[in-house]
């Protein structure tokens, strides 16, 4: 279980180190083409303007949890770590004033792992392809907020571990919505 947290952080430090990293060149561009992004379903990135008409969105989410269960029965302990990264590419199509219309394709991709101190253990991959329908709207300089609708299809692989050996399979066609808010630098 130690190695797979050291590795799940290592992870994310790789991920981090990606997405702000690889941005300070972006810095010597014109005021108002890189932003930091923070949206809603839990996600945080970047968005890089590559020209007036398109925009790249990398973007990146973890998430920790624990449990510890006392009963007369059971007293068990379990964790779980959620590390997912994302890429949008938007495309605008018109604008009114300071509103902007995209299309937004979309790619992700989340691991999950959950262990316990029985022994059990449990990881799960999963890739997604969606598409968007957003707008944009700026509200000044150097602040932007963002919603987004659309339709995905998500495929997830979970396999068991310690006291279940096997594998499944899962497919998700879903709605997909999205909000959120933008920092330029």
């Known amino acids: 279980m130690r190695h797979r947290l050291l590795s799940s952080v290592a992870f994310v430090a790789v991920v981090i180190s990606v997405l ?3 941005s300070t060149s972006a810095f010597a561009q014109d005021k108002g083409k890189v932003g930091l992004t923070m949206g809603y379903p839990s996600s945080v990135g970047i968005l890089f303007h590559v ?35 994302g890429v949008s590419a938007l495309f605008y199509l018109r604008a009114w004033d300071d509103t902007q219309l995209y299309v937004s394709p979309r790619f992700t991709y989340t691991h999950n792992s959950t262990s316990s101190e029985i ?7 999963s890739w997604g392809l969606m598409g968007s329908v957003g ?9 932007a907020v963002f919603g987004e609708v659309g339709l995905g299809y998500s495929r997830s ?16 066609l879903a709605t997909r919505t999205g909000v959120g808010v933008i920092l330029y630098f």
Do not use: C, M, Y
């Not at 398109?54 to 269960?69: T, V």
């Not at 022994?119 to 991959?125: D, K, L, R, V």
């Not at 707008?135 to 602040?143: D, N």
């Open 20 to 22: 702000f990293g690889s």
């Open 51 to 85: 020209t007036d008409k398109i925009a790249i969105r990398p973007e990146f989410n973890f998430a920790q949890s624990s449990s510890d269960i006392e009963t007369l029965i059971v007293d068990s302990e379990s964790s779980s770590w959620a590390i997912g990264t």
């Open 119 to 125: 022994g059990s253990e449990a990881s799960s991959n």
């Open 135 to 143: 707008a944009q709207h700026k509200l000044g300089t150097r602040f």
């Open 157 to 172: 692989t979970i396999g068991a571990g310690s006291l279940v050996v096997g594998e499944a399979t899962a497919s998700t």
